[in-house]
């Protein structure tokens, strides 16, 4: 790994070789963060992505984390879902299931998919609801800053115009500040309806890691963590306005998606 050029907005690169690295460190960084947050909380509340961030997720099912890793402490989440069946192959759910949920012995009880028999409306609000009453009990904690639920993790990948979970350029859901779950129903990357974390909770968590592999996000990582001009319109690059209030941001890179950020940019985390 090489810590790489910093960006002007506060976080920590990480750059790997390759993919196969990439997972290696990414299954440590979230095993460590489960460890933590279970000594002093007692549970580990993680929100997941789709995409290819879970493949890279793979080697956390395997020795040592298999059985170091304190599984029944674990809430799992998603930062965003399709809305499809969770049959479906669009399904955020499935591919986490197919890949990560049935392979470790996290309790049913703990995982917190999205309704897929309601409009995404519904979805939306009852998702909220559902969050809400865990940021009650605080099995979520919640931000000192505002009345956010404040996730010891959440993971996201990046499309390569920029979109983090389903907020995607330009769109109005990336203006709202009290909402913490909302709905589009004209997503620009099939599906066109979704249900996504809205910004103000991504930045209340604890720790957000951003993953991205792959030539297509190069442009995108270096403007999302460049220094850029005071007229960059930051609705057209959504990942860049991932800036996490007290927590911290940390990017899992391969070298082609780092091949176009900027080295003498000064030092990251
Ligand atoms: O549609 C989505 O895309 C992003 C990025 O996916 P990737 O395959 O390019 O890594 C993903 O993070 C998001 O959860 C998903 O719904």
Known sequence: ??????????????????????????????????????????????????????????????????????????????????????????????????????????????????????????AAAEYEFAIRQLVKIRTVGVSESNDCPKFDLILLGMGPDGHVASLFPHHPALELKEEWVTYITDSPKPPPERITFTLPVINSASNVAMVAVGEEKATAVHLATAGTGENFDASSLPARMVQPTDGKLVWFLDSTAASVLDVSNGSSG
């Open 1 to 122: 790994m090489s810590a790489c050029g910093g960006p002007k907005i506060k976080s920590e690169l990480r750059v790997f070789e390759s993919a196969d690295e990439l997972a290696t460190d990414l299954a440590e960084y979230i095993s460590q963060l489960s460890e933590n947050s279970v000594k002093e909380r007692g549970c580990f509340t993680i929100a997941l992505s789709g995409g290819s961030l879970i493949s890279l997720m793979g080697k956390l099912c395997e020795a040592p984390y298999d059985k170091t890793v304190d599984w029944t402490k674990w809430f799992v989440f998603w930062a965003d879902e399709r809305a499809v069946a969770k049959n479906h192959i669009d399904s955020n759910y499935k591919l986490t299931k197919d890949l990560f949920l049935s392979k470790v012995p996290i309790l049913n009880s703990h995982v917190f998919s999205i309704n897929d028999n309601v409009t995404v409306e519904d």
